[in-house]
Every structure is written in C-alpha cells, then in structure tokens.
C-alpha cells in the first residue's frame, strides 16, 4: 500500500468518522482523563544530563528517547499483533505485509498511570533510586491525539473483544456507511495501532499508555535513528521533544536521600526555569 495515497485518503474522512471507528475498537481509550497525570519513570543521571535539555530551543525543554520496538522489555512485542492480523480475518489478512513494512522502524514513548509503584520503581527506576516524571495528559493529547492509547494486555477481556471487532470490523454505523476503499484505509491504521499496543500480560500490573508510531513516516515526518547502548546492546532511537508545561512534576525514589535528594533537584529544576513541585515517594523501602 503507497503510504502518500494513504495518508491522503484518510484526509478526506471526516475525523469523527474516524474517532467513532477509534473510541469504538479502542474502548477503553476515555479511561485516561484530561486531568490525569501519566507518570514515566527513569535515573536521575538521564535527568540531569538529556532529559532537561540544556540551551533549548522555546517549546523544546524536555527530551524523551522513543526506543524500537525490537528493543522494548517484552521480546514478543508487535509479533502476537501481526499474527492476529494475519490470521483474524480474510478482509484484513491481506494488510499484513503493509504492517510488516509499517512496523520495521517504529518507535514508542512508555508512560504508565501507576504513580509511586514500587515495581516500576525497581524495574525503570533504578531500584528506587530513580525518579518519577508526572506527565500533563492534556498537553500529550495536544501534541499526538489519538496515538496517546492504553497497552492491550493479551487474553485479557479488553483484548478478546478488541481482536472480535477488528475482525468482524464492528466499528460502528459512520464506519459501515463508508465506501469500501475509505473502509481499507481506517482498517488499516486500525490494526497498526493494535500491533503497536498488544502486549504480554506479565506486564499487566505496568497499566502502560503508550505514544505510537513515532519517527515513522505514516504519522509524521521521518525522524533520524539514533543509536545508545543499554545492557551490553545497542538500541535504536528516536528524539522527542515536549515543551516545558509538559512536566507537572517530580517525584524522587524510595531509596533516595530525602533531604538532599528533593532539594537539589528542586534547585536544579529552578535552575532550568521549571517551577513544579518536587515530592519524595512515601514507600516505606530500603532497597
């Protein structure tokens, strides 16, 4: 499938054509509300040496790195998905190699609406060591739309009856009324959401929202990868920036020197021009 034709055609869709299709496979797409924070949780060093970004450009103060899909924590990511897909539905079995090419270069953005988690603190926060950045979901929301969605965790009732109305494609009366080539185009970003949210259900208690499709030309503009290395690999990225009323909030982890820890990183923060507040988690944890 040519992307630009693609992207053209489904221009010409109304957006509440396609926001019922969304809100009506994605149901659980409303459960994060406007005033809800989302909460990410990485070292302090990442903090202090990329994530508030020195000398910014205005509305670019804040740096996250989208990582690929290959290289995201659950090494079946995106393959479950794609099988389904292939397999679902002869209408929609077809798209599949579009989404093999869709997928080859994409990366995510992880947020997760468990604040102050002690198993997100040890497993992306250093071993509470770390800090948590409370994210503005309002302002996410403004920026990606409707790419902001919730991880669905398989065999769980959400996915069952996900993968029923992406097969069936019972997405709603606008969607039925569409011709059959506009009904392609809405099926097939669809489905490349659904592969970039499908996720094993060791990873349940995350309840992770993810940013999807970044860097990938579906979406938005190419980016350039990047390169870092994390445990003795070399992951591929992307850079996202967000401006400065993004950040709501920090919180410093359970281990963490209380006195010295909040207060020099408030004192950094206000250094960088960020007024928010700066907490310490109340898990009672040694590390």
């Keep these: 499938m040519e992307k630009d034709r693609i992207v053209e055609d489904i221009r010409k869709i109304s957006s509440s054509t396609f926001r019922e299709c969304l809100k009506r496979l994605f149901y659980k797409y409303s459960i994060l509300k406007n ?113 902001l969605l919730p991880c669905i965790y398989e065999d769980t009732e959400y996915d069952v009856e996900v993968i029923k109305r992406l097969g069936s494609l019972d997405l709603g009366e606008k969607f039925k009324s569409l011709s059959n080539e506009a009904q392609l185009y809405i099926s097939f970003v669809l489905s490349a959401l659904f592969v970039s949210l499908r996720k094993n259900r060791a990873f349940e208690y995350e309840d992770e929202f993810r940013i999807i499709g970044i860097g990938n030309k579906f979406f938005e503009d190419e980016t350039p990868t990047l390169y870092r290395t994390a445990k003795d690999i070399i992951v591929p990225y992307t850079n996202v920036f967000f401006p400065k009323n993004a950040l709501k909030g920090v919180w410093m982890g359970p281990t963490n020197n209380e006195d010295l820890s909040v207060s020099t990183m408030k004192e950094f923060l206000e250094s960088k021009g960020f007024d928010i507040p700066v907490e310490k988690s109340k898990i009672p944890y040694r590390g």
């Design 35 to 147: 005033d809800e924070d989302v909460f990410h949780y990485t070292n302090i060093d990442a903090v202090i040496n990329g994530i508030i970004v020195e000398n910014p450009e205005k509305d670019k103060e804040i740096l996250l790195k989208a990582t690929r899909w290959t290289h995201l924590n659950d090494k079946n990511e995106l393959k479950s998905g794609l099988e389904l897909i292939g397999g679902e539905s002869e209408r929609l079995s077809f798209l599949s190699d579009g989404l093999k090419q869709y997928h080859k270069k994409t990366c995510l953005l992880s947020f997760c609406r468990n604040a102050d988690s002690l198993p997100m603190w040890n497993m992306y926060g250093k071993n509470g060591n770390g800090v948590m950045l409370a994210f503005d979901t309002k302002v996410l929301r403004e920026m990606y739309g409707y790419r």
